[in-house]
């Protein structure tokens, strides 16, 4: 409702009637009955209909001797359809050129009142014995010949005083029917396109509610959705009909009132998709445009590649109007000049569109405005508006063109980096707004397009309160915080449709609380520490480097699915590295480090810096998922800026070269070494790994030396050697009450620190 928007879409629209792209005809478009409009193809959906399903013949109504000596005066076209009520409008009948067809003549008319034996049918080969099955005759092939030596043949209507020519057209297939295809060139697209082939115009005898005109043969004054059993029981009595049934079938509806449509050719404004080349061009963009996920732009493609001419007037009186202004005598529209489109602009930017209803015609017009066509001073306004659409087609022009903050650091305005809604909108405003683009300025309005799927409950049903199976996400942030219901979104998978319920978000919730836990564990190692006191990577112990080697794997990782939108590969990799790397591995080893040496010995200091580098590189890889989260962990972060964590970059993280085959070596063995310490401590050997005792098979010694770790502190046990078998024992000597290993204290006659191990001892003393 913006005056300025609604301003720049007069000026959009003003832009296709100056380079000769909208054009004004009397196609068939799909028509709302109920909300007496035309729609355009992404406002149409399709849901079950039931409709009568009828075959009816078609009698020839010249002699067709010359085709095939068979066809005698007795020869019909049968055809099919699932739309009864447009029979009052049918102006010829449609075959494939090169399809196979067939004469029957009919040996058994079964229980068909308007069949007799002898009479002759004619069908597509291809279809021939389940057209007899339907209508429950039989009869014996008597001709063969193609779709071609019909055309322009004369049948009659099955009850005007009318012929239906045999028309030659690409869209007969053998998918369904018989073949022969009902044709009313102003109740579909098809049999429009076909009969302007053939010099046929589109005639509708229906009125914009759904009425039959007066005048109209059987149906006259009546509805179309009660039109179609008149239909059947005239057809019946007339002789013309053959069978009749009802079926369930996929049929388009309104997506707003969601009744059933019709197709109904009507004076409208058309946006031509060959005019100008625009539908190679969009193709073209299409190709050229970054597509997420990749299946997209098939989908987009597909649709623009088939789509006719759009359809952008409504005959509704709310929206901004099409601003074409008709001379009244020769309804020329070539008044409406660029210097008139803008002129009628400044006013909508000025009070709005509805001043195009307020105002008479004449002060839009320059003084002493004629004609160019004809002479004539007498004008009238256009009073359709534009399909909506069109309006959010053209948001690239209203918005992105009129903001300065949304411009791109060159200055350009541009196209937009990202398009990101739902995947209904290919047909919607993907396509709208690359068509408008396109047609306007030659390019795509976006780099690249993301599609994402829709909420639904944990069973995959689209959420309803009517089912009681809606989660309301107010109700989540109540509950868990906004963060939580981030981490939900990140993730998932959103190509497809995205689950919750409330035992998926405990799980989110439980993840959460992993990632940060382990954050709280870094942030409460380094009190006291700062950047000065880091220790560089290179003189790092070992043990640390891996650290920073899985440290530099994942942000890369991450930033990588950061380009390409995939979030929830974000979520597994920060997830895994907080709870299998760090809170699996590398923070219970160093723990001993961090607890129990002395404040600023290196091996401390070392470990402090790994978790510094971690801390800083990981929070701000998770920011743009729990903004929130990351914003109190900035808070409490050494050395952090006082600007906000919102207004830093990613860490580039340094990485170091590790033996990759040695520690996967490594982490085999302790996996099986901590099977096996499981066991141990259900059978009741051992209550901690810290007293255990463990004997290991092909113990590489060489790898702790070049680690610079002892298997006791990787693997955190009392004593670890090399034996034939892999086992556990109790580890002898007593718990060190320092750091609770188990061994032999130091000097077990002091006064003092009697029970203390040789390190704990030495750090204390000291």
Known sequence: MDYAFEANTVREIGRFLENGGLYKGAKPVHWCVSCATALAEAEVEHEDHTSSSIFVKFKAGEDLSDIDAALTDKTSVVIWTTTPWTIPANLAISVGADLDYVAVKITDAGDCVNLNVGEILILAEGLKDGVLSDIGANGEVVAHFKGSALENRKFRHPYLDQDAPILVGNHVTLDAGTGCVHTAPGHGQEDYEVGLKYGLQGFNPVGDTGIFEQGTPVVEGQHVYKANAIMVEHLQSCGALLASEQIRHSYPHCWRCHKPLIFRATPQWFISMDKNDLRNKALAAIKETAWTPAWGENRIRGMVEQRPDWCVSRQRNWGVPITAIQCVSCESHAVTTPEVVEGIAQQVEQAGADVWFAKDVAAFLPDGATCP????????????????????????????????????????????????????????????????????????????????????????????????????????????????????????????????????????????????????????????????????????????????????????????????????????????????????????????????????????????????????????????????????IWDFLPDASDESIHLQTFNTVEDVNIDTAAWDKFFAMREAVNTEMDVAKKDKIIGSSVAASVTIPDLDMAFAKAVGESYEQLLIVAKAQAGATLSIAAAEGNKCPRCYVVSTPAYPEHDVHHELCARCFDVVAK
């Open 373 to 632: 066509d004809c002479g004539s001073t007498d004008f009238e306004k256009e009073t359709d508006i534009l399909d909506v659409w069109f309006d959010s087609g053209s948001s690239h022009a209203c918005v992105l063109e009129q903001r300065d903050e949304l411009r791109n650091t060159d200055g350009s305005s541009r196209p937009a980096d990202l398009y990101l809604e739902g995947s209904d909108q290919h047909r919607g405003w993907f396509q709208s707004s690359l068509l408008e683009s396109i047609g306007t300025r030659g390019v795509a309005p976006f780099k690249a397009v993301l599609t994402h799927g829709f909420a639904v409950d944990k069973n995959g049903n689209k959420m309803s309160k009517s089912k009681g199976n809606v989660v309301a996400p107010q109700k989540l942030i109540n509950q868990m915080g906004a963060d939580i219901l981030r981490l939900w979104i990140a993730s998932a998978d959103y190509s497809a449709d995205i689950r919750v319920s409330d035992e998926i978000m405990k799980q989110l919730a439980e993840s959460y609380r992993r990632i940060r836990n382990t954050i709280r564990f870094l942030l409460s190692n380094l009190e006291n520490f700062d950047a000065s006191q880091a220790i560089s990577l290179t003189e790092r112990k070992p043990l640390d480097q891996w650290a920073m080697h899985r440290l530099a794997d994942v942000a890369n990782k991450v930033n990588a699915s950061y380009e390409s939108y995939q979030f929830h590969q974000i979520h597994q990799e920060v997830h895994n590295f907080c709870s299998v790397d760090l809170g699996g591995f590398y923070l219970d080893v160093i723990k001993d480090r961090l607890y129990c040496d002395k404040a600023d010995s290196q091996q401390r200091l070392s470990a402090q810096s790994t978790l510094y580098d971690i801390a800083h590189t990981l929070v701000r890889l998770i920011a743009p998922i729990v903004p929130i989260t990351a914003e109190e």
